[in-house]
Structure formats: C-alpha cells, structure tokens
C-alpha cells in the first residue's frame, strides 16, 4: 500500500483516472495540494481529473493551492471526505483561482471519477 502522496501513490491515481473520458461540461484547472513540505499537483482537463504527480521543483505556479493533511487526501480518496462540503464548512481553504478550484472539486464529484479513486489504496 503506497504511502498518500508518495510518487508511488500519485501513479497509482494516474492510472485510476486515465480511463475516464472527458466532460464537457467544466474546463482545465491545476491545482496543488500541499500538505507540509510536499506538493502535489492535480490536473484537471476537459473537466476530468488526468493526472496527480508530485509539483516539478521550479515549475510554474498552479491556478490555485489547497492545504491538506494526508489523512484528509485519504479520506477524499476514500469518499469519506466530500470536498464540496469541506470547502461549504470552511475546513477546505483553498487560495487562488476559485474558477481552478471549482474545476477540481466538479471533477472529483464526477461518478467516475469518485469510483475510480475508491480504488486507490490509501495509507495516510
């Protein structure tokens, strides 16, 4: 079982999500999740999640930056945590681009999405 976040684990998300065919619906966002001195990047295009890979030392900024313990990206991949709903609680503080984050959390409630990612293990 991969460590969450680790290169490993952000391969193994990759893979999940590669099959899911594209929405028209929502647009294409980067987005890093930072959770202590780790930061990883998800991509979102065509409104569906494609990739999660650690964030390139001196790549570009992404379109907004969300700060997240391990335990609550395992839960997120679990379907134990709703982002829709941590971000309405105020749990969930993202900074940048709402438009980025928007795409992010519609790509992550996408059913395809929600089932490919529950079959991600997670040790946070």
Do not use: H, I
């Not at 987005?31 to 001195?37: A, I, K, R």
């Not at 295009?45 to 930056?65: K, T």
């Not at 969300?66 to 900074?95: C, I, W, Y």
């Not at 709402?98 to 079959?119: E, F, I, K, Q």
């Amino acid at each position: 079982m991969a460590q969450v976040l680790s290169d490993e684990w952000c391969a193994a998300v990759t893979d999940a999500v590669s099959p899911l065919a594209p929405r028209s619906s929502a647009g294409d966002a980067d987005l890093d999740v930072v959770s202590g001195s780790r930061r990883v990047r998800w991509s979102v295009r065509s409104g569906r999640l494609v990739s999660v890979a650690p964030a390139a030392e001196g790549a570009e900024p992404a379109g907004a930056e969300v700060p997240m313990t391990a335990s609550s990206v395992a839960a997120l991949v679990a379907g134990e945590l709703d982002p829709a709903m941590a971000f309405m609680r105020g749990d969930l503080k993202p900074a940048g681009s709402s438009g980025a984050v928007l795409d992010w959390l519609s790509a992550l409630a996408d059913p395809g999405c929600r089932a490919a990612l529950a079959g991600v293990s997670t040790a946070a």
